[in-house]
Protein backbone atom coordinates (compact mmCIF):
# COMPACT_ATOMS: atom_id res chain seq x y z
CA UNK A 1 0.00 0.00 0.00
CA UNK A 2 3.38 2.28 1.14
CA UNK A 3 4.33 1.97 -2.29
CA UNK A 4 1.39 1.97 -4.25
CA UNK A 5 0.46 5.61 -2.61
CA UNK A 6 4.09 6.72 -3.13
CA UNK A 7 3.80 6.02 -7.30
CA UNK A 8 0.51 7.62 -6.95
CA UNK A 9 1.83 11.06 -5.21
CA UNK A 10 4.62 11.20 -7.60
CA UNK A 11 2.37 10.57 -11.27
CA UNK A 12 -0.04 13.11 -9.73
CA UNK A 13 2.06 15.78 -8.46
CA UNK A 14 4.31 15.40 -11.67
CA UNK A 15 1.43 16.04 -13.99
CA UNK A 16 0.65 19.30 -11.82
CA UNK A 17 4.48 20.27 -11.88
CA UNK A 18 4.39 19.82 -15.36
CA UNK A 19 1.35 21.89 -16.10
CA UNK A 20 2.53 24.67 -14.52
CA UNK A 21 6.07 24.82 -15.18
CA UNK A 22 6.14 24.07 -18.64
CA UNK A 23 4.08 27.45 -19.46
CA UNK A 24 6.27 29.04 -16.73
CA UNK A 25 9.21 27.52 -18.74
CA UNK A 26 8.29 29.18 -21.87
CA UNK A 27 7.21 32.52 -19.95
CA UNK A 28 10.78 33.03 -18.79
CA UNK A 29 12.04 31.97 -21.81
CA UNK A 30 9.99 35.18 -23.94
CA UNK A 31 10.74 37.47 -20.62
CA UNK A 32 14.72 36.93 -21.16
CA UNK A 33 14.18 37.58 -24.74
CA UNK A 34 12.00 41.25 -24.68
CA UNK A 35 14.29 42.37 -21.73
CA UNK A 36 17.57 41.70 -24.30
CA UNK A 37 15.43 43.72 -27.04
CA UNK A 38 14.18 46.15 -24.28
CA UNK A 39 17.68 47.00 -23.42
CA UNK A 40 18.81 47.60 -27.31
CA UNK A 41 16.14 49.70 -28.29
CA UNK A 42 17.29 52.29 -24.43
CA UNK A 43 20.45 51.57 -26.29
CA UNK A 44 19.56 52.81 -29.65
CA UNK A 45 17.35 55.89 -28.19
CA UNK A 46 20.60 57.10 -26.44
CA UNK A 47 22.32 58.22 -30.35
CA UNK A 48 18.76 59.89 -31.17
CA UNK A 49 20.18 63.37 -29.38
CA UNK A 50 23.63 62.84 -30.70
CA UNK A 51 22.09 62.43 -34.35
CA UNK A 52 19.90 65.50 -33.97
CA UNK A 53 23.25 67.08 -33.10
CA UNK A 54 25.64 66.20 -35.36
CA UNK A 55 26.07 63.33 -38.04
CA UNK A 56 30.45 63.48 -38.25
CA UNK A 57 31.64 60.05 -38.09
CA UNK A 58 33.91 60.92 -35.30
CA UNK A 59 31.36 62.33 -32.81
CA UNK A 60 29.26 59.34 -33.76
CA UNK A 61 32.00 56.93 -32.98
CA UNK A 62 32.20 58.56 -29.37
CA UNK A 63 28.91 58.81 -28.81
CA UNK A 64 28.67 54.70 -29.89
CA UNK A 65 31.86 54.40 -27.72
CA UNK A 66 29.85 55.38 -24.39
CA UNK A 67 26.98 52.66 -25.12
CA UNK A 68 27.58 48.99 -23.64
CA UNK A 69 26.74 48.01 -27.31
CA UNK A 70 29.28 50.45 -29.26
CA UNK A 71 31.98 48.75 -26.77
CA UNK A 72 31.02 45.31 -27.26
CA UNK A 73 31.08 45.98 -31.44
CA UNK A 74 27.12 45.36 -31.68
CA UNK A 75 26.09 49.05 -32.75
CA UNK A 76 26.36 50.87 -35.85
CA UNK A 77 24.28 53.84 -37.63
CA UNK A 78 23.68 53.81 -41.44
CA UNK A 79 23.41 58.02 -42.31
CA UNK A 80 21.23 58.24 -45.40
CA UNK A 81 23.89 59.43 -48.10
CA UNK A 82 26.53 58.89 -45.55
CA UNK A 83 28.89 56.30 -44.54
CA UNK A 84 27.89 53.69 -41.97
CA UNK A 85 29.66 54.21 -38.48
CA UNK A 86 30.14 50.97 -36.76
CA UNK A 87 29.93 47.08 -37.59
CA UNK A 88 26.86 46.26 -39.50
CA UNK A 89 25.70 42.43 -39.58
CA UNK A 90 22.06 43.54 -41.27
CA UNK A 91 21.81 43.45 -45.21
CA UNK A 92 21.69 46.88 -47.38
CA UNK A 93 17.89 45.69 -48.63
CA UNK A 94 17.05 45.35 -44.79
CA UNK A 95 18.29 48.85 -43.76
CA UNK A 96 16.38 50.80 -46.66
CA UNK A 97 13.11 49.15 -45.55
CA UNK A 98 13.79 50.26 -41.76
CA UNK A 99 14.83 54.12 -43.15
CA UNK A 100 11.29 53.80 -44.65
CA UNK A 101 9.57 53.15 -41.48
CA UNK A 102 8.66 55.08 -39.03
CA UNK A 103 8.67 52.41 -35.99
CA UNK A 104 11.53 50.01 -34.86
CA UNK A 105 12.11 46.47 -36.44
CA UNK A 106 13.70 43.52 -35.82
CA UNK A 107 15.62 41.00 -38.01
CA UNK A 108 16.54 37.29 -37.07
CA UNK A 109 20.06 36.32 -38.26
CA UNK A 110 21.80 33.12 -37.75
CA UNK A 111 23.70 34.57 -34.51
CA UNK A 112 20.46 36.59 -33.24
CA UNK A 113 18.33 39.25 -33.67
CA UNK A 114 19.23 42.60 -35.04
CA UNK A 115 17.24 45.74 -33.92
CA UNK A 116 16.80 48.59 -36.41
CA UNK A 117 15.51 51.98 -35.58
CA UNK A 118 14.85 55.15 -38.14
CA UNK A 119 15.53 58.29 -37.48
CA UNK A 120 14.36 61.37 -39.01
CA UNK A 121 16.98 64.24 -39.83
CA UNK A 122 16.46 67.81 -40.81
CA UNK A 123 16.66 68.38 -44.38
CA UNK A 124 14.72 65.38 -45.54
CA UNK A 125 17.75 63.15 -44.64
CA UNK A 126 17.80 60.08 -42.42
CA UNK A 127 19.76 57.76 -40.43
CA UNK A 128 19.24 53.53 -39.16
CA UNK A 129 20.66 52.44 -36.12
CA UNK A 130 21.02 49.36 -36.18
CA UNK A 131 21.64 47.14 -32.74
CA UNK A 132 22.45 43.71 -32.78
CA UNK A 133 21.58 41.21 -30.01
CA UNK A 134 23.39 37.91 -29.62
CA UNK A 135 21.33 34.76 -29.03
CA UNK A 136 23.47 34.77 -25.64
CA UNK A 137 21.83 37.88 -24.46
CA UNK A 138 18.53 36.43 -25.85
CA UNK A 139 18.77 33.95 -23.76
CA UNK A 140 21.20 35.34 -20.52
CA UNK A 141 19.28 33.75 -17.15
CA UNK A 142 16.70 31.52 -18.96
CA UNK A 143 18.46 27.96 -17.85
CA UNK A 144 19.36 28.88 -14.12
CA UNK A 145 15.92 29.65 -13.98
CA UNK A 146 14.85 26.44 -15.74
CA UNK A 147 17.14 24.62 -13.15
CA UNK A 148 15.34 26.54 -9.83
CA UNK A 149 12.35 25.44 -11.88
CA UNK A 150 13.20 21.75 -12.19
CA UNK A 151 14.94 22.14 -8.37
CA UNK A 152 11.20 23.20 -7.46
CA UNK A 153 9.41 20.45 -9.12
CA UNK A 154 11.76 18.08 -7.94
CA UNK A 155 10.93 19.23 -4.46
CA UNK A 156 7.01 19.29 -4.67
CA UNK A 157 7.56 15.87 -6.18
CA UNK A 158 9.98 14.39 -3.00
CA UNK A 159 7.44 16.17 -0.58
CA UNK A 160 4.44 14.87 -1.89
CA UNK A 161 5.90 11.08 -1.62
CA UNK A 162 7.06 11.70 1.87
CA UNK A 163 3.27 13.31 2.84
CA UNK A 164 2.05 9.74 1.15
CA UNK A 165 4.21 7.37 2.67
CA UNK A 166 3.15 9.18 5.92
CA UNK A 167 -0.19 8.81 5.15
CA UNK A 168 0.52 5.17 3.90
CA UNK A 169 2.05 4.14 6.86
CA UNK A 170 -0.25 5.14 9.48
CA UNK A 171 -3.26 2.84 7.57
CA UNK A 172 -0.62 0.51 7.34
CA UNK A 173 0.27 0.08 11.09
CA UNK A 174 -2.77 0.53 11.70
CA UNK A 175 -4.13 -2.82 9.52
CA UNK A 176 -0.97 -4.77 10.13
CA UNK A 177 -1.67 -4.37 14.22
CA UNK A 178 -5.06 -5.10 13.49
CA UNK A 179 -4.09 -8.65 11.45
CA UNK A 180 -1.99 -9.37 14.45
CA UNK A 181 -4.47 -8.95 17.04
CA UNK A 182 -6.82 -11.62 14.99
CA UNK A 183 -3.84 -14.10 14.57
CA UNK A 184 -3.37 -13.87 18.30
CA UNK A 185 -6.90 -14.36 18.98
CA UNK A 186 -7.06 -17.24 16.48
CA UNK A 187 -4.69 -19.05 18.15
CA UNK A 188 -6.32 -18.66 21.61
CA UNK A 189 -5.39 -15.91 23.39
CA UNK A 190 -8.29 -14.35 24.29
CA UNK A 191 -6.92 -11.58 25.98
CA UNK A 192 -6.02 -9.76 22.98
CA UNK A 193 -7.93 -6.54 22.21
CA UNK A 194 -6.53 -3.91 20.11
CA UNK A 195 -6.79 0.25 20.26
CA UNK A 196 -8.34 1.76 17.44
CA UNK A 197 -6.22 4.32 15.35
CA UNK A 198 -6.07 4.78 11.98
CA UNK A 199 -8.94 6.11 9.20
CA UNK A 200 -12.31 6.09 10.78
CA UNK A 201 -13.02 2.39 8.83
CA UNK A 202 -10.03 0.80 10.37
CA UNK A 203 -10.86 2.15 13.66
CA UNK A 204 -14.67 0.44 13.08
CA UNK A 205 -12.72 -2.47 12.20
CA UNK A 206 -10.81 -2.52 15.68
CA UNK A 207 -14.07 -1.39 17.64
CA UNK A 208 -15.87 -4.17 15.80
CA UNK A 209 -12.91 -6.83 16.20
CA UNK A 210 -12.87 -5.98 20.33
CA UNK A 211 -16.41 -6.75 20.33
CA UNK A 212 -16.00 -9.58 18.62
CA UNK A 213 -13.27 -10.66 21.14
CA UNK A 214 -15.16 -9.95 24.11
CA UNK A 215 -18.27 -11.96 22.85
CA UNK A 216 -15.74 -15.35 21.98
CA UNK A 217 -14.28 -14.56 25.60
CA UNK A 218 -18.24 -14.99 27.15
CA UNK A 219 -19.01 -17.76 24.75
CA UNK A 220 -15.90 -19.91 25.22
CA UNK A 221 -16.52 -19.66 29.39
CA UNK A 222 -20.53 -20.19 29.33
CA UNK A 223 -19.42 -23.05 27.07
CA UNK A 224 -16.76 -24.43 29.48
CA UNK A 225 -19.02 -23.74 32.93
CA UNK A 226 -21.49 -25.57 30.86
CA UNK A 227 -19.35 -28.57 30.14
CA UNK A 228 -17.93 -28.59 33.49
CA UNK A 229 -21.39 -28.32 35.19
CA UNK A 230 -22.79 -31.44 32.67
CA UNK A 231 -19.61 -33.25 33.65
CA UNK A 232 -19.88 -32.87 37.54
CA UNK A 233 -23.80 -34.41 37.34
CA UNK A 234 -22.40 -37.46 35.68
CA UNK A 235 -20.55 -38.44 39.20
CA UNK A 236 -23.85 -39.06 41.07
CA UNK A 237 -25.18 -41.54 39.19
CA UNK A 238 -21.32 -42.87 38.30
CA UNK A 239 -20.79 -43.19 41.87
CA UNK A 240 -24.09 -45.38 42.25
CA UNK A 241 -23.41 -47.54 39.58
CA UNK A 242 -19.59 -48.28 41.40
CA UNK A 243 -21.28 -48.86 44.57
CA UNK A 244 -23.81 -51.54 42.40
CA UNK A 245 -21.01 -53.13 41.07
CA UNK A 246 -18.84 -53.64 43.97
CA UNK A 247 -21.94 -55.90 45.46
CA UNK A 248 -21.38 -57.81 42.60
CA UNK A 249 -18.10 -59.11 43.18
CA UNK A 250 -14.92 -60.22 41.46
CA UNK A 251 -17.04 -60.95 38.39
CA UNK A 252 -18.01 -57.68 37.69
CA UNK A 253 -13.91 -56.40 38.13
CA UNK A 254 -13.90 -55.77 33.91
CA UNK A 255 -16.87 -53.49 34.51
CA UNK A 256 -15.59 -51.84 37.44
CA UNK A 257 -12.23 -50.95 35.69
CA UNK A 258 -14.06 -49.62 32.71
CA UNK A 259 -16.19 -47.63 34.94
CA UNK A 260 -12.66 -46.30 36.55
CA UNK A 261 -11.67 -44.84 33.22
CA UNK A 262 -15.16 -43.58 32.90
CA UNK A 263 -14.36 -41.56 36.09
CA UNK A 264 -11.34 -40.44 35.06
CA UNK A 265 -12.55 -39.20 31.43
CA UNK A 266 -14.99 -37.18 33.68
CA UNK A 267 -12.21 -35.62 35.72
CA UNK A 268 -10.70 -34.53 32.48
CA UNK A 269 -13.68 -33.12 31.10
CA UNK A 270 -14.07 -30.93 34.02
CA UNK A 271 -9.95 -30.32 34.56
CA UNK A 272 -9.92 -29.02 30.33
CA UNK A 273 -13.15 -26.83 31.00
CA UNK A 274 -11.52 -25.59 34.03
CA UNK A 275 -8.33 -24.69 32.58
CA UNK A 276 -7.91 -21.11 31.21
CA UNK A 277 -8.08 -20.88 27.31
CA UNK A 278 -4.42 -19.99 26.89
CA UNK A 279 -2.73 -23.19 28.42
CA UNK A 280 -0.46 -25.01 26.71
CA UNK A 281 -0.89 -27.80 24.59
CA UNK A 282 0.68 -30.97 25.86
CA UNK A 283 2.45 -34.34 24.02
CA UNK A 284 2.55 -37.76 24.48
CA UNK A 285 4.15 -40.73 22.96
CA UNK A 286 1.82 -41.49 20.29
CA UNK A 287 2.88 -45.31 20.10
CA UNK A 288 2.58 -45.72 23.62
CA UNK A 289 -0.84 -45.04 23.92
CA UNK A 290 -1.83 -46.75 20.64
CA UNK A 291 -0.24 -50.00 22.01
CA UNK A 292 -2.24 -49.35 25.64
CA UNK A 293 -5.84 -48.99 23.63
CA UNK A 294 -4.91 -52.12 21.32
CA UNK A 295 -3.78 -54.16 24.24
CA UNK A 296 -7.18 -53.01 25.98
CA UNK A 297 -9.35 -53.62 22.57
CA UNK A 298 -7.66 -56.47 21.69
CA UNK A 299 -9.60 -58.85 24.37
CA UNK A 300 -13.32 -57.76 22.85
CA UNK A 301 -11.27 -58.40 19.28
CA UNK A 302 -10.52 -61.76 20.16
CA UNK A 303 -13.90 -62.52 21.74
CA UNK A 304 -15.58 -61.44 18.03
CA UNK A 305 -12.62 -63.70 15.96
CA UNK A 306 -11.29 -60.06 14.98
CA UNK A 307 -7.83 -60.25 12.97
CA UNK A 308 -5.82 -57.03 14.04
CA UNK A 309 -2.24 -55.47 13.20
CA UNK A 310 -0.77 -52.43 14.63
CA UNK A 311 2.12 -50.80 12.47
CA UNK A 312 5.05 -47.96 13.28
CA UNK A 313 4.20 -48.44 17.06
CA UNK A 314 7.72 -50.19 17.88
CA UNK A 315 9.81 -46.57 18.82
CA UNK A 316 8.39 -43.39 20.75
CA UNK A 317 6.83 -41.31 18.36
CA UNK A 318 6.07 -37.81 19.57
CA UNK A 319 2.42 -36.43 19.51
CA UNK A 320 1.14 -32.49 20.02
CA UNK A 321 -2.08 -33.16 21.67
CA UNK A 322 -2.20 -35.14 25.15
CA UNK A 323 -2.42 -38.44 25.87
CA UNK A 324 -5.99 -38.49 27.15
CA UNK A 325 -7.75 -36.80 23.90
CA UNK A 326 -5.46 -38.96 21.72
CA UNK A 327 -7.12 -41.90 23.76
CA UNK A 328 -10.38 -40.89 23.23
CA UNK A 329 -10.16 -40.31 19.51
CA UNK A 330 -8.63 -43.86 19.41
CA UNK A 331 -11.52 -45.65 21.27
CA UNK A 332 -13.97 -43.48 19.35
CA UNK A 333 -12.46 -44.94 16.48
CA UNK A 334 -12.39 -48.10 17.38
CA UNK A 335 -15.51 -48.12 19.00
CA UNK A 336 -16.77 -47.41 15.05
CA UNK A 337 -14.96 -50.43 14.11
CA UNK A 338 -16.49 -52.74 16.56
CA UNK A 339 -19.80 -51.32 15.98
CA UNK A 340 -20.57 -50.56 12.12
CA UNK A 341 -18.71 -54.50 11.33
CA UNK A 342 -19.87 -57.51 11.51
CA UNK A 343 -17.53 -59.63 13.75
CA UNK A 344 -14.88 -61.62 12.55
CA UNK A 345 -13.93 -58.32 10.48
CA UNK A 346 -10.32 -57.60 10.09
CA UNK A 347 -9.30 -54.15 11.33
CA UNK A 348 -5.61 -52.31 11.68
CA UNK A 349 -4.00 -49.20 12.81
CA UNK A 350 -1.00 -47.70 11.87
CA UNK A 351 1.34 -44.91 12.89
CA UNK A 352 3.10 -42.87 10.39
CA UNK A 353 6.20 -39.94 11.62
CA UNK A 354 6.57 -38.01 8.71
CA UNK A 355 8.21 -34.22 8.61
CA UNK A 356 6.25 -31.90 11.00
CA UNK A 357 3.59 -34.19 11.07
CA UNK A 358 2.15 -37.49 12.75
CA UNK A 359 -0.74 -39.45 11.37
CA UNK A 360 -2.67 -42.26 12.68
CA UNK A 361 -4.62 -44.82 9.77
CA UNK A 362 -7.46 -47.03 11.53
CA UNK A 363 -8.37 -49.21 8.32
CA UNK A 364 -11.10 -51.85 8.14
CA UNK A 365 -11.85 -54.66 6.24
CA UNK A 366 -15.91 -53.54 6.20
CA UNK A 367 -18.45 -52.09 3.74
CA UNK A 368 -16.75 -48.92 4.27
CA UNK A 369 -18.52 -45.51 3.53
CA UNK A 370 -19.86 -45.07 0.57
CA UNK A 371 -19.47 -41.07 0.38
CA UNK A 372 -16.50 -39.78 2.24
CA UNK A 373 -16.73 -36.16 1.82
CA UNK A 374 -20.59 -36.12 2.41
CA UNK A 375 -19.95 -38.09 6.13
CA UNK A 376 -17.07 -34.91 6.46
CA UNK A 377 -19.42 -32.21 5.48
CA UNK A 378 -22.61 -33.52 7.87
CA UNK A 379 -20.35 -35.32 10.56
CA UNK A 380 -22.09 -38.63 10.37
CA UNK A 381 -20.99 -41.59 8.50
CA UNK A 382 -24.10 -43.18 7.70
CA UNK A 383 -25.59 -46.64 8.89
CA UNK A 384 -27.27 -45.08 11.69
CA UNK A 385 -24.25 -43.69 13.15
CA UNK A 386 -24.05 -39.94 14.80
CA UNK A 387 -20.33 -39.29 13.52
CA UNK A 388 -19.65 -38.82 17.09
CA UNK A 389 -16.13 -40.36 16.45
CA UNK A 390 -15.45 -38.38 13.36
CA UNK A 391 -16.09 -35.39 14.81
CA UNK A 392 -13.48 -35.92 17.89
CA UNK A 393 -11.34 -36.69 15.83
CA UNK A 394 -11.67 -34.42 12.99
CA UNK A 395 -11.59 -31.75 15.98
CA UNK A 396 -8.08 -33.01 17.74
CA UNK A 397 -6.44 -33.32 14.23
CA UNK A 398 -7.81 -29.40 13.66
CA UNK A 399 -6.67 -28.17 16.76
CA UNK A 400 -2.95 -28.86 15.70
CA UNK A 401 -3.46 -27.62 12.54
CA UNK A 402 -4.01 -30.76 10.99
CA UNK A 403 -6.76 -32.33 8.69
CA UNK A 404 -9.17 -35.40 9.30
CA UNK A 405 -9.38 -37.66 6.09
CA UNK A 406 -11.59 -40.57 4.63
CA UNK A 407 -10.17 -42.80 2.14
CA UNK A 408 -10.90 -46.27 1.26
CA UNK A 409 -8.47 -48.98 3.27
CA UNK A 410 -6.43 -51.36 1.43
CA UNK A 411 -8.39 -53.73 3.60
CA UNK A 412 -11.25 -53.18 0.83
CA UNK A 413 -13.42 -51.41 3.84
CA UNK A 414 -12.76 -47.74 5.22
CA UNK A 415 -9.88 -45.92 6.46
CA UNK A 416 -9.80 -42.87 8.78
CA UNK A 417 -6.30 -40.86 8.53
CA UNK A 418 -6.16 -38.66 11.57
CA UNK A 419 -3.02 -36.01 10.61
CA UNK A 420 -1.60 -34.14 13.65
CA UNK A 421 0.58 -31.16 12.37
CA UNK A 422 3.65 -31.30 14.58
CA UNK A 423 4.40 -27.19 15.52
CA UNK A 424 8.09 -26.52 14.12
CA UNK A 425 8.01 -25.30 9.96
CA UNK A 426 4.49 -24.64 7.97
CA UNK A 427 3.50 -27.30 6.08
CA UNK A 428 0.66 -28.63 3.65
CA UNK A 429 -0.83 -31.25 5.49
CA UNK A 430 -2.94 -32.54 2.85
CA UNK A 431 0.21 -33.06 0.45
CA UNK A 432 1.96 -34.33 3.22
CA UNK A 433 -0.92 -37.00 3.81
CA UNK A 434 -0.76 -38.12 0.21
CA UNK A 435 2.68 -38.85 0.37
CA UNK A 436 2.46 -40.62 3.33
CA UNK A 437 -0.08 -42.72 2.28
CA UNK A 438 1.67 -43.46 -0.74
CA UNK A 439 5.07 -44.76 1.47
CA UNK A 440 2.68 -46.60 3.76
Request: glycine share 10%; proline share 5%.
Amino acid sequence: MRRTLAVLMVAVTSMVALAFLVPLALIVKETAQSRAVAGAERQASALVPVLAVTTGSEDLGHAMARTEAGRRGLLAVHVGGGATVGTSRAPAAEVSGAAEQTRASTVELDGGYVLLRPVALDGDRGAVIEVFVPAGDLNRGVFSSWAVLTGVAVVLVIGSVLVGDRLGARVVRAARRLGTAATALGSGDLRERIYPEGPPELQAAATAFNSMANRVTQLLAAERELAADLSHRLRTPLTALKLSLDQLGPQAEPSRQALARLEGEVTSIISAARRPSRAARASCDAAGVLRERLAFWSALAEDQGRPWQLVGAGLPVRAPVPAGELTAVLDALLGNVFRHTEEGTAFSVTLHEGRDVVGILVADAGPGIGDPEAALERGASGSGSTGLGLDIARRLAESTGGALRLDRSSLGGAQVQVWLRVPTDPINTENLSKSALKDT
